[in-house]
Every structure is written in structure tokens, then in C-alpha cells.
């Protein structure tokens, strides 16, 4: 009875939760408005869900998000420092592939997500095969490096929370 009810739980919460972020007011009428919309909207849409994406670590998420964010506020200052000392002719734009272990779509698109988030990178174009990424980077000198950090800090992480 409560799986269909509540075909999608977390969607069903986050709906809830953004629903009072948008209108800005904790009072009862739109507790319950946030959570009529978290009940109505995934029942409507969840025939649009045949393969809903299981989580193998659902806390992880915090882990990650919380190192989504670090990771945006500290692109946020360089690239506010490349804009504000680098002259054009010093910058090193590269494109950087990104090979790739995940295989679950919505990891992928959580990945491609995350990069395009973080100042200064840009998700471009996924692989005809899904095996890889292409990204580019406003500035770096090791496009290696780049690479690297994109596995270790956001695959990983996701690699735990998708199966």
C-alpha cells in the first residue's frame, strides 16, 4: 500500500522541501500543500518511471554533496582570481576526456551535472557509447590532474551511491 502511495519516497520529500524553500514559509497550509505535491506529482509521473535508479548508499549523498559544494565555492575564488589577474594570452583552456566507469544513466548525468555546476569546468559531450566525458576547463596546466580529480572526488562517490 505505501509503495504505491509513495512510488518515489525521496522524490516525494525533495518535493516537500523545495516546494516550502520556493514560497519561503513554514506555516501548516503550506506543509501541506508541499506535501499534497509530493504525494500527487510522483504518483502522475510515475508510469514515466519504469526503471526507477536504485541507490546502493543513499547516505553517501550527503558526502558527496557536501563535497560538491566545498568544490564550488573553491571555483568560485579561482575563477574569480583568473579573471581578475590572468591576461587572455596566459590562459590554458583544455579539453580534458574523461574516461568513465559509471554505467548507470542517471550517475552519468549527475557527473555531467556536477562538472558543469563547478565554475570553471563544462561537461560538452558524452560518449556515442557512454564510456566517457569530454570537458572543458577554463584554465589548468594539467589537464591530467584535472582528469584525476574528476574520478577520485565525483565517480567514486558516485560509483558508491549507484549500483
Not at 571555483?75 to 579573471?83: E, F, K, P, T, Y
Not at 583552456?93 to 557527473?111: D, F, G, K, M, Y
Not at 562538472?115 to 564510456?131: D, E, H, Y
Request: with cysteine; proline share 7%.
Amino acid at each position: 500500500m505505501l509503495r504505491r502511495l509513495f512510488p518515489h519516497p525521496l522524490l516525494s520529500i525533495l518535493l516537500a522541501l523545495i516546494w516550502l524553500a520556493l514560497v519561503n514559509t513554514v506555516t501548516v497550509g503550506q506543509v501541506v500543500l508541499g506535501g499534497v505535491l509530493g504525494i500527487v506529482v510522483p504518483l502522475i509521473t510515475a508510469a514515466y518511471w519504469p526503471g526507477r535508479p536504485r541507490m546502493r548508499a543513499p547516505l553517501m549523498i550527503v558526502e558527496y554533496i557536501v563535497v560538491v559544494v566545498w568544490d564550488i565555492i573553491v571555483a568560485n575564488i579561482q575563477v574569480a582570481l583568473i579573471i581578475v589577474f590572468k591576461r587572455q594570452k596566459d590562459l590554458k583552456s583544455e579539453w580534458v576526456t574523461v574516461p568513465l566507469e559509471l554505467r548507470s544513466p542517471e550517475a552519468i548525468t549527475v557527473l555531467a551535472g556536477t562538472i558543469t555546476m563547478t565554475p570553471g569546468t563544462v561537461s560538452a559531450m558524452l560518449s556515442s557509447c557512454g564510456t566517457s566525458i569530454l570537458v572543458h576547463c577554463l584554465h589548468t596546466d594539467d589537464p591530467v590532474a584535472v582528469r584525476n580529480d574528476i574520478k577520485t572526488r565525483y565517480e567514486r562517490r558516485l560509483k558508491e551511491i549507484f549500483p
